[in-house]
């Protein structure tokens, strides 16, 4: 079983400041998928980066970047230049990959509040 | 290009009825997938189509039914609610598995209140 834990409290971040949210997994797959989503107050669940256990180098999207750590098996995501739009809760996820990547695991979330 | 179509939007029922909630994916996928959310139980894989068969099932009882049709569209059924079915329900589309970097496609969901 994949087990995805996020324990931050709800956080204030400053514009323009970079924000890190942590994620710890479990799994005793050998190989396997990690993602972030972000979800505004609408419900849309909305994909942020990827990184596949096997991956050398830690996964960057823009402002994105995953901070992979795989012997501490972590997976951290790092937000540069916060945006008051970044403002949502924020989901780490991970996936066994050799059964697809559609069967998600969900940790509870992170709420980010962005203030000017 | 379209996103991903859920409804309705909104709907309340009362315990003991049944619900369907509909899910159109993006045109040219193939794999359509359910996710449950609530504050308790944060968000859980109910389960997965491709090409109008389950591939995957969460641990959720059997009154979650699900369907997928040849044009991908999907839909999802709750018998006899509880309350405790009051939920956001998230429907997922994607491409394929093979090779993609797992970018699954969320629609804005269904959110249903059992009364």
């Known amino acids: 079983a994949q087990k995805i834990t996020q324990t931050q409290p709800g956080m204030f971040v400053q514009e323009k400041e970079a924000v890190t949210l942590d994620c710890t997994y479990d799994?005793?797959?050998?190989?396997?998928?990690l993602f972030w989503y972000k979800q505004p107050s609408s419900g849309e669940m909305i994909f942020l980066i990827y990184?596949?256990?096997?991956?050398?180098q830690n996964a960057t999207e823009g402002r994105y970047s995953l901070n992979f750590q795989k012997a501490r098996k972590s997976a951290n995501l790092v937000i540069s230049a916060s945006q008051l739009g970044d403002s949502a809760m924020y989901f780490c996820?991970?996936?066994?990959?050799?059964?697809?990547?559609?069967?998600?695991?969900f940790g509870k979330g992170n709420q980010v509040v962005v203030i000017p | 290009k379209a996103g991903v179509t859920q409804t309705p939007r909104y709907l309340i029922k009362t315990r003991g009825q049944q619900v369907t909630l509909s899910c159109s994916p993006i045109?040219?996928?193939?794999?359509v997938s359910w996710y449950q959310q609530t504050p308790g139980q944060g968000l859980q894989f109910l389960f997965e189509?491709?090409?109008?068969?389950?591939?995957n099932k969460g641990n959720f009882p059997g009154r979650f039914s699900g369907r997928q049709f040849s044009n991908s569209r999907s839909e999802m059924n709750v018998s006899t609610l509880e309350l405790g079915d009051s939920a956001l329900y998230l429907c997922?589309?994607?491409?394929?598995?093979?090779?993609?970097?797992?970018?699954?496609?969320f629609g804005e969901g269904s959110r249903l209140t059992v009364l």
């Open positions: 189509y491709f090409s109008e068969t389950q591939r």
């Open positions: 990184q596949g256990s096997y991956d050398q």
């Open positions: 996820a991970m996936s066994p990959v050799l059964y697809g990547n559609n069967r998600l695991a």
């Open positions: 045109s040219g996928h193939r794999s």
């Open positions: 997922a589309s994607s491409g394929d598995l093979a090779g993609n970097t797992g970018e699954l496609f």
């Open positions: 799994t005793s797959d050998p190989s396997y998928g």
